[in-house]
């Protein structure tokens, strides 16, 4: 049985490992609460770069605001939400 965990937009790979490394890396996840899959899924996104996606819900009035603020600056959605995240206490609300 296929488990996806909470891997968004799962794709299901074949991986040849030594099995002792199988065996401890799911002892690993399983004490830390987590998959093997997700084990691996973090290490390859850790070592392609240093974006790692997110899936993030919004309210409704939450994403009015979000956009007209983006929308106000020039920004993207994404752009405008990667600035308010990375922004310090020197911030200013807009």
């Known amino acids: 049985m ?3 965990g909470n891997i968004e937009n799962p ?3 074949t991986l040849y490992m030594p099995k002792e490394t199988v065996k401890r890396g799911k002892n ?3 004490k830390t609460g987590s998959s093997l899959s997700q084990l691996v ?3 390859v996104e850790q070592e ?3 974006e790692v996606p997110v899936t ?3 309210s409704v009035a939450w994403w009015e605001k979000l956009r007209a603020g983006a929308d106000k600056l020039g ?3 994404e752009q405008y939400i990667q600035t308010r995240v990375e922004c310090d206490q ?3 609300d807009v």
């Open 2 to 4: 296929a488990r996806e």
């Open 11 to 13: 794709t299901k790979v």
């Open 28 to 30: 690993y996840a399983a």
């Open 41 to 43: 899924t973090n290490l």
């Open 48 to 50: 392609i770069g240093d």
């Open 56 to 58: 993030v819900k919004f």
């Open 75 to 77: 920004m993207t959605l």
């Open 90 to 92: 020197d911030c200013v």
